[in-house]
Structures are given as C-alpha cells and as structure tokens.
C-alpha cells in the first residue's frame, strides 16, 4: 500500500533476508573482513554469532553472490533440535544427495564421495548452518568430524557456524568441543548499529526502491529510531515499516516523532513492542564486539577503545600469513613435480628400454600426471583464495584510509 504511495518499486523494509539491501555498517565491514579471511583459508569453521534480527543471514547472502559457483558449491542448513545422526543427513539433504537406507553410514559415504567429485573438478564445498545454537553437542561433534574429510592433505569442506549469542557461550564453556574448538580459524559477534548510522540504513534501503525524498524525515526520528531499537536492523524494518503505513494512510510526506511516538503506543497496546524495543522489555543494548579467534573477551570499560586499529593490525597480520602459506604450497609442488620429471628422464637415459625399467618409467609418468592433475585443482583453489585476501585487505584499507580506524584508535 505505502509503495504506491509513495511511488517505491518495492517493499524497503521486509524481514526476509535479502541480499540485495545489503547495508554495509561498521560492524558488518569488520564482520565481512573475517569471513573472506576465514574462508581464504579453505578449512575449518567460521563462527560469526548476533542477536536475532542483527543481519547474520543478509551477510552471508551478500557474501555468497560474490562468490563463483564455479569454484565453490554452497549448502545451507538452517537447524531445530537436531541428534548426531539427524544432522548427517540434513547435511546429505542440503548438498541435493540421495541417501539410499536412510542410515548414517550410506549418508557419511555419499557426502565424502560428494566432496571427492568436486574436489576433483576443482570446486571447494561450503557447509552454511544457521540458528547454530539449536544444535545439540552430538551434532557440532559430527560436523566436527565431517571437516576430517580430506583428499590427500587438503580439506574438502569447510563450515560457516551462525548462531545467536548463546552460541558463543555453547562453544566457549562445553568440555565436549574442545577439539571444535581448535578447529575454529575465525570468529565475528555481529553487534548492532551505531547511532549515526540508522539515518543511512534507512535511505540506503529506500534508495533501493526508487526513493526520491518522498516521505523526508524530521531530524529527530532516526535518533528516537535507535533508541527505540537498540540499533538492530530487523526492529528498524519493523518500526518505519509502520511509520511508512502510517504515512500512506495519513497521506503525509513527511515523517516526523510524533508519528513515531504514535507507532510506539500501538506496539505497546498490541503487546509488540518487546519485538522492536530492547528497552521495552528490560534489556541492556547490544554489546558491540569483535573477538578474533584464540582471544579472550576484554573488559570494554577499562579499554575504551577497543581497538578497531589492533583488529585491523591483526587481520592484515593473518592475511600476510596466508600468502605466505600460499607460497610455500606452490613452491612445495612445483619442487615435487620437477623432482619427478628428472626421476623419470634419468630412469629412461640411464636404463635398457627392458620391460623392468619400462614398467619403472611409466609409473612416474603416471605420478607425474597426477602431480599435475593436482597442481591444476591446487591453482585454482590458490586464486581463489588470492581474491578473497586481496577483497577483504582491500576493505581494510579503505576502512583506514577513511579515517574511522585513526579516529578509533586516536
């Protein structure tokens, strides 16, 4: 109704995740700087946690269009109360495998087969499982163990973990995930928005549809929005959803607090506001936090600033590592590879064309050819991960570069 109106293309506001309304604040920048980190790496598990509605699902939405299918096959699983066994075949379900028996050792041999086949056609597999909190201890333990999987020395797939911030807690306290825990290369807390940055939440999403000033909006909502909110997008959809109703109805072009102030009076009356308004029901706002893997949370009071410059020190420390690493792999095979290819030409100068030494000789073609078949599939998944670290330093860049890290860290 308030699109006609106002004469927008589409709904602004819905509380479907869409990747296409992806706004990127200080907290989701920060957060899509780990994940490219995480999954340049090719292994492990990636955990990024938020409060309901913080824009988890819109992130990695955003991040997957980025990414060609292929060179990666993405599946996601969105979990209730799932057991060990019940999780293999959500997994088995979720990468479009048939399952003959329904048992879980027919579903553990159909994804290992599965990863194997993509491996060799050079595309790496990631495994997306929301509302991670739902899991039981049986069920990160099995997807632990389904990051064993390997072709030669190389993981076949790789586990992003989103949950709500009890998750975190779940991970960190359970002695049963120690050995999870150690395979965690990443970790995000998607905090709220601050307050300077609903006014361009909110125009961003309506630029998106066509916007053109028409409604404008008083000065003074966008700050009431987030103190209404706790500056978590999915309630500020709620709230100017219903302002922009309002204005439809009202016929009004302009957005002002009292409409905003009307808006939360019926939240109230309808028992509703606890939906949008963390103040309403008695919450502390939303923490902001970032904690790199390996690190324990810090205490924010004493350290004020909690170091935007340091996380961006440490990120591109971690990046510096893994070209490093990608160096070393290349290098490591191109010495396999050319040992190999000497072996066979001195085995066939050096020896009687007998069947002995012919049989010799064929094989290592044959080891060379496999070395080659691995070097094309490890090529590829180098650049792949090239790309992702020279996105995400790029970002970081950019992010120091516009001055908010020095701001931070000043």
Known sequence: MFDEFYGLEGRPFQLTPDPAFYFESHTHRKALSYLGYGLAQGEGFVVITGEVGAGKSTLVAHLMATIDPARMTAAQVVTSALDGEEIVHVVAQAFGLPVAGHDKASALGAIEGFLHEEARAGRRCLLIVDEAQNLSIAALEELRMLSNFQLGSHPLLQTLLLGQPEFRDILLESEELEQLRQRVIATHHLAAMQPDEVQAYIEHRLKCVGWTGNPGFADEVFGEIYEATGGIPRRINQIVSRLLLLGAVDQRTRIDGEMLTQILGEL??????????????????????????????????????????????????????????????????????????????????????????????????????????????????????????????????????????????A
């Open 268 to 409: 109230n009356d309808d028992g509703a506001i606890s939906l949008v308004s963390p103040a309403r029901r008695g919450q502390e706002p939303d923490r902001p936090a970032i904690e790199p893997s390996g690190c324990e949370p810090e205490d924010h009071a004493a350290s004020p600033v909690r170091d935007d410059a340091i996380d961006a020190v440490q990120a591109l420390a971690l990046i510096e590592s893994a070209l490093a690493d990608r160096d070393s792999q290349i290098t490591e095979l191109q010495q396999a590879v050319l040992e190999l290819a000497m072996a066979a030409e001195r085995r066939s100068e050096e020896h009687a064309p007998d069947s002995a030494s012919g049989e010799l000789v064929a094989s290592l073609q044959a080891q060379l050819a496999v070395a080659d078949e691995r070097a094309a599939v490890l090529e590829a998944r180098l650049d792949e991960q090239e790309r992702l670290l020279r996105h995400t330093l790029t970002m970081l860049i950019e992010w120091i570069e516009s001055g908010e890290g020095q701001r931070r860290a």
